[in-house]
């Protein structure tokens, strides 16, 4: 997958992983990694599908309405991304925490979703549910930061609610940070994120 991989300062903190929102590309989140961990790595994704153009993770059928088969496929292809990216980088595997906006936070939901080892957190930007009536991997441990807008169009907050709980069910750590805003990421969301970022184990 295009990408790019910045190495840090200091090898026992974790590897920012960051998936940029539809339309996006790997260039954009890198000033959110400076904000969260300056000494982190940073490996920084292009999503391989072109939607008129616009780079994301997995296709979709309409807004908001995900091709389910190739979230799946996506999901799994950027899993054995992460293996191989930690073979050829030479950073821990185990200590990988995402970054996502919009599609990025529903491709790394999906990685949570499908994959036990895949992450060890994630701090997720206007989410969504990627999918339903699956059983999730047993997520104890980890520690999972998801920022909402109380307008979003995209994703209503009873949305937001429903993958707290069902990332919680599965044993993960959530905390849902409400901005009184739409599908934007502010600075306000990136603000509370480094908080929690500081406060959790790594
Ligand atoms: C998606 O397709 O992942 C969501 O609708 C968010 C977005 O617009 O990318």
Sequence with gaps: MKHIFQK??????????????????????L???????????VLSVRGNISENGMPRF?????EGV??????IYRTKELFEFLDEAAEKYDFDRENIIAVGYSNGANIAASLLFHHQ?????????HPMVPRRGINLPDLTGKNIF??????????????????????????????LHWENRGHQLTMGEVAAAKKWYQTIKK
């Design 146 to 175: 998801i920022a909402a807008g109380i307008n979003d169009p995209i994703c209503p907050s009873q949305e937001s609610e429903e993958l707290k709980s069902l990332l919680e069910n599965a044993g993960a750590d959530v905390q």
């Design 58 to 62: 997995f296709k979709r059928l309409a």
């Design 117 to 125: 080892d895949a992450l060890s957190g994630a701090i997720l930007h």
């Design 66 to 71: 995900f091709d389910e088969e190739d979230l």
């Design 31 to 41: 000033p959110l990694a400076k904000e969260i961990d300056p000494e982190a790595n």
């Design 8 to 29: 840090g300062k200091n090898q026992n903190k974790p590897t920012l992983l960051l998936l940029h929102g539809t339309g996006g590309t790997e260039e954009d989140l």
